[in-house]
C-alpha cells in the first residue's frame, strides 16, 4: 500500500493563540494548587504533626537530621520506589516488550495485568526499549546519589557550609500549620492562603526548567557535555527521569523544583523569624510567610513534583481514563514529553505551557495533526467496511431464505403429513 503524503496546512493555524496558551496555563496551575492545598489541609498535615513526628525515633532528631531525613528520604527515596516500582511492574509484565516475560506465564494475574495496561502504553520501536543494562546503571545511580551522596552533603551544608544555624534557619516543624491548629479552625484564610504558594512554586519550575532544558538543547556543547546522558533513553521508563548527570540534576531539576520553597527555608534569619514570632496571625502579609514555612506544604509539593516528572517519563498516557478526564494525572504530559525523546527535537518544558508561549513545539503540533489524519483516515476504512459488510450479509441470506411461494409449499405439505 503506498504511503499517503499529509498536507500540512500553515504552522500558525495548527499553534495555540498566546490567549489559549494563557489560559490553559492558568487553568492547570490553579488546578494543580488547589489539589495540593486540598491534600495538605486534609493529608499531608494531620500526618506529619500527629503520626510522624510523635514516632519515638522522629521526635529525638536533631534539625539537620530531621530534616534530611524528612525531605531526602519520606519525601523522595519514598516516592521514588513506589512510583517506579509501579511502572517497572508494568514494564516487566508488558505482553510485546515486557522484560520480565517468565513472569506472565507463572502468574496469570501479572499476565492480565500486563494485557490490561498494554493499550496505555505509548508507540515503541523495538529500539527503543532499554536494555537490561541500561536499566540496572540507572536504579545504582539513583542509589549512591539519594543514599550516599546527597545526605552526605546535605549534612556537611548545614553543619559547616551554612552561616545560619540550623535551629533558626528552619521554622519549627513541631509548630502546627497556621489555620489548621485549633486556635484557627474557623478561618478559611489560610486554606486560600497556601494556593499562591503552590501557583508560585509550579510557575518557577515550568519556567526554571524551559529555560535550563532548551538552553542544553541549542548549545551543542552543552548538550554533549551535560544533557547526552540522559537522552540515552530514545523511549523512556519512569526512571529515566532522573537519570542525568549532576550538574543537570542539580540546575535543570532541583533547583526549579525545590526553589520557592527552599528559599522561606533558608532566606529569613533567626532575627527575622524573632521579629515575626509575636504577630503570627496577626497580619496577613506575615502570616502568609509563615504558612509558605511549613514542612507539610514542601513536602505535598515534593510528592506531587515527584509523581508528575515519574507519569511524564514512564511511557504510558492515561489521558483517556476517568482519572485523567479529571485532570488527576499527566496523561497528557507524558504523551508531550515523549514526542522529546523519541525525536530528539521540540517541547522543552515539563507541559505545554512554556513550549505554547514561545512557539517550541512546531514539530509536534505538526506530529499530532498527521496522527488525527491518520486516525480519521483508519476510522473512515474501518466504517466503510463494516457498511459493505452489512450490505453484503443480507444478500446472502436472502439468497438461502425461502420464498413465500416455497413457504406455503412446506406448510401444506406438512399438513398432509
Given at each position: 500500500m503506498r504511503k499517503q503524503c499529509v498536507i500540512y496546512p500553515p504552522i500558525e493555524e495548527l499553534r495555540p493563540t498566546k490567549a489559549q496558551a494563557f489560559l490553559r496555563a492558568l487553568v492547570y496551575l490553579l488546578r494543580n494548587a488547589t489539589l495540593c492545598s486540598l491534600v495538605t489541609t486534609v493529608f499531608t498535615a494531620p500526618f506529619f504533626y500527629q503520626v510522624y513526628l510523635p514516632l519515638p525515633v522522629i521526635r529525638h532528631l536533631p534539625p539537620v537530621l530531621l530534616f534530611l531525613v524528612t525531605f531526602q528520604f519520606l519525601c523522595h527515596a519514598l516516592p521514588w520506589f513506589t512510583f517506579n516500582a509501579f511502572y517497572l511492574l508494568l514494564d516487566s509484565v508488558h505482553?510485546?516488550?515486557?522484560?520480565?516475560?517468565?513472569?506472565?506465564?507463572?502468574?496469570?494475574?501479572?499476565?492480565?495485568?500486563?494485557?490490561?495496561?498494554?493499550?496505555?502504553?505509548?508507540?515503541?520501536?523495538?529500539?527503543?526499549?532499554?536494555?537490561?543494562?541500561?536499566?540496572?546503571?540507572?536504579?545504582?545511580?539513583?542509589?549512591?546519589?539519594?543514599?550516599?551522596?546527597?545526605?552526605?552533603?546535605?549534612?556537611?551544608?548545614?553543619?559547616?557550609?551554612?552561616?545560619?544555624?540550623?535551629?533558626?534557619?528552619?521554622?519549627?516543624?513541631?509548630?502546627?500549620?497556621?489555620?489548621?491548629?485549633?486556635?484557627?479552625?474557623?478561618?478559611?484564610?489560610?486554606?486560600?492562603?497556601?494556593?499562591?504558594?503552590?501557583?508560585?512554586?509550579?510557575?518557577?519550575?515550568?519556567?526554571?526548567?524551559?529555560?535550563?532544558?532548551?538552553?542544553?538543547?541549542?548549545?551543542?556543547?552543552?548538550?554533549?557535555?551535560?544533557?547526552?546522558?540522559?537522552?540515552?533513553?530514545?523511549?523512556?521508563?519512569?526512571?529515566?527521569?532522573?537519570?542525568?548527570?549532576?550538574?543537570?540534576?542539580?540546575?535543570?531539576?532541583?533547583?526549579?523544583?525545590?526553589?520557592?520553597?527552599?528559599?522561606?527555608?533558608?532566606?529569613?534569619?533567626?532575627?527575622?523569624?524573632?521579629?515575626?514570632?509575636?504577630?503570627?496571625?496577626?497580619?496577613?502579609?506575615?502570616?502568609?510567610?509563615?504558612?509558605?514555612?511549613?514542612?507539610?506544604?514542601?513536602?505535598?509539593?515534593?510528592?506531587?513534583?515527584?509523581?508528575?516528572?515519574?507519569?511524564?517519563?514512564?511511557?504510558?498516557?492515561?489521558?483517556?481514563?476517568?482519572?485523567?478526564?479529571?485532570?488527576?494525572?499527566h496523561g497528557h504530559r507524558a504523551r508531550f514529553h515523549d514526542f522529546h525523546h523519541t525525536h530528539n527535537l521540540s517541547n522543552y518544558g515539563s507541559g505545554i505551557i512554556m513550549d505554547a508561549l514561545c512557539d517550541t513545539m512546531d514539530p509536534y503540533l505538526k506530529h499530532t495533526f498527521a496522527r488525527r489524519i491518520k486516525d480519521s483516515v483508519d476510522k473512515h476504512s474501518a466504517e466503510k467496511s463494516k457498511r459493505s459488510t452489512e450490505m453484503i450479509f443480507p444478500m446472502v441470506l436472502r439468497e438461502h431464505s425461502p420464498t413465500k411461494k416455497q413457504q406455503q409449499e412446506q406448510k401444506e405439505s406438512a399438513k398432509k403429513k
Open positions: 505482553p510485546e516488550f515486557g522484560f520480565a516475560p517468565g513472569w506472565r506465564d507463572k502468574y496469570p494475574l501479572l499476565r492480565e495485568l500486563g494485557d490490561y495496561f498494554a493499550q496505555f502504553k505509548l508507540t515503541r520501536r523495538p529500539m527503543q526499549i532499554p536494555s537490561q543494562s541500561l536499566i540496572l546503571r540507572t536504579i545504582g545511580k539513583v542509589f549512591v546519589e539519594q543514599y550516599m551522596v546527597t545526605p552526605l552533603l546535605g549534612y556537611v551544608f548545614f553543619n559547616y557550609v551554612c552561616p545560619v544555624a540550623p535551629e533558626d534557619m528552619m521554622p519549627n516543624p513541631h509548630q502546627p500549620l497556621i489555620g489548621l491548629s485549633d486556635k484557627h479552625h474557623s478561618t478559611w484564610f489560610v486554606f486560600l492562603s497556601l494556593i499562591p504558594h503552590f501557583v508560585l512554586a509550579n510557575l518557577l519550575n515550568e519556567v526554571g526548567f524551559f529555560l535550563v532544558h532548551g538552553f542544553v538543547h541549542y548549545n551543542s556543547w552543552l548538550y554533549r557535555t551535560f544533557h547526552k546522558q540522559h537522552h540515552e533513553y530514545t523511549g523512556t521508563i519512569s526512571i529515566a527521569a532522573e537519570y542525568a548527570s549532576v550538574t543537570e540534576e542539580v540546575f535543570a531539576n532541583t533547583l526549579p523544583s525545590v526553589g520557592y520553597f527552599f528559599y522561606f527555608f533558608f532566606a529569613y534569619t533567626n532575627a527575622q523569624v524573632i521579629a515575626r514570632r509575636g504577630a503570627v496571625g496577626g497580619d496577613a502579609s506575615q502570616l502568609w510567610l509563615e504558612s509558605a514555612r511549613a514542612w507539610p506544604l514542601a513536602m505535598t509539593w515534593m510528592w506531587a513534583r515527584l509523581w508528575e516528572t515519574y507519569e511524564s517519563h514512564s511511557g504510558y498516557c492515561f489521558s483517556d481514563t476517568t482519572l485523567g478526564k479529571l485532570g488527576l494525572l
